[in-house]
């Protein structure tokens, strides 16, 4: 039985070790694909795997094709829109992701970002506090619901905006809930994005949503690149002198935003919401444990397909 962990942006070496352990333990073998610069190079490693770990990767059907083994695929984070769920299901591999995991990495990213613009990307000059302002969570999922406990911490009075999610939950956790999405976006100085890419979501932070923020407002993404209309947000930043944007996912007009808008919107250089050493943990070592729950005792609880 081999499992072959295929991480362009590779996990740290203890989580590595760590996972090395699980499979071995459990009379597996396994095979290490990391920094791979060529999709060849993992279409080649998946050949003989019986179970995948991957990040980020793409799992495309061209990948599922080359893979003539292949049992069990598991994304070790939250977002799976990085799995092509109809191959894995038309070859009858199930598919995994292990929710919650990096959760706080991302949740304290999503502070920092705030800190970060609301102290003018730390350039010299009078920024602003977080205290006293109102922040809104959009998707009330494991890191919403962090950044929400984070903020109230800091002082800022919290929105969410959730439909999958009780009201009364959200409430009682002391989360005020607007009736609609564009009235969390019209009272909010800062908006804090947790949606899902999917094709309800793609695009669908447009001109006409973000245009409803209130003077001063910053959108921070730390959830997808395609969420966003790219566009959209271009020409808001041009007509919106106010608004900022800070994003963990480079837009494809990254190049155009950071020049533009120099002091108004900042992209990290390679996504690293979840790249803390306890997450790379969490995440790498529950993905090693599903695939021995699954393989011995067919245990599908994370399955998503
Ligand atoms: C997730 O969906 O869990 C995060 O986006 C983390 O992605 P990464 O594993 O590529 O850092």
Known sequence: MKVLVATEKPFSKAAVDGIRTIVEEAGYELALLEKYTDVQQFYDAVADADALIVRSDKVTKEVIDHANNLKIVVRAGAGFDNLDLAACTEKNIVAMNTPGQNSNAVAELAIGMMIYMAR????????????????????YGNVGRLVANKAKALGMEVWAFDPFVPTEKMEAEGVIVPATLEELYANCDYISLHIPANEKTKGSINYELLSKMPKGGCLVNTARKEVIDEAGMEQLLADRADLKYVTDIAPANQAVLAEKFANRFFATPKKQG??????????GLAAARQIVGFIQNGDVKFKVN
Do not use: Q, R, Y
């Open 120 to 139: 003018n990307t730390f350039k010299p000059g009078t920024g602003c506090e977080l205290s006293g302002k109102k922040v809104g969570i959009h998707a």
């Open 274 to 283: 979840a790249e803390t050493a306890e997450a790379n943990m969490n995440a």
